[in-house]
């Protein structure tokens, strides 16, 4: 199984950046996915989901209003649209992958570093 986030980069204060997180391996509809960050310094942090029908998202309070989840089941992706980047949006960037019967994610991505500047 793998998961594969790209889509970070370097962005001023205000912008937009949309992560995607491919998978394969899996049976992507089977699953339940998700973004986390990590500051440096800090714990990982939940940043959004989405449910296997892509009909329910949740966001973590800091990015509600700004940041979008979608998934694409044919394409068996994952994206994370971030409007109005703020400095204390930087971080690594990862995506998981839970299947609904299990509170824990059983698969994460390798991270993309996001860097917003002021």
């Known amino acids: 199984v793998q998961l594969q986030a790209s889509g970070g980069g370097l962005v001023q204060a205000g912008g937009s950046l949309r992560l995607s997180c491919r998978t394969t391996g899996l049976t992507f509809i089977g699953y339940s996915m998700a973004w986390f960050r990590q500051a440096p310094g800090a714990e990982r942090k939940f940043v959004a989901s989405i449910n296997r029908n892509g009909d329910n998202t949740s966001f973590g309070d800091s990015v509600k209003g700004r940041f979008t989840i979608a998934r694409d089941n044919a394409k068996n992706t994952v994206y994370l649209q971030m409007n109005s980047l703020k400095p204390e949006d930087t971080a690594v960037y990862y995506c998981?992958?839970?299947?609904?019967?299990?509170?824990?994610?059983?698969?994460w991505g390798q991270g993309t570093q996001v860097t917003v500047s002021s």
């Open positions: 998981a992958a839970r299947e609904p019967s299990s509170l824990r994610y059983t698969y």
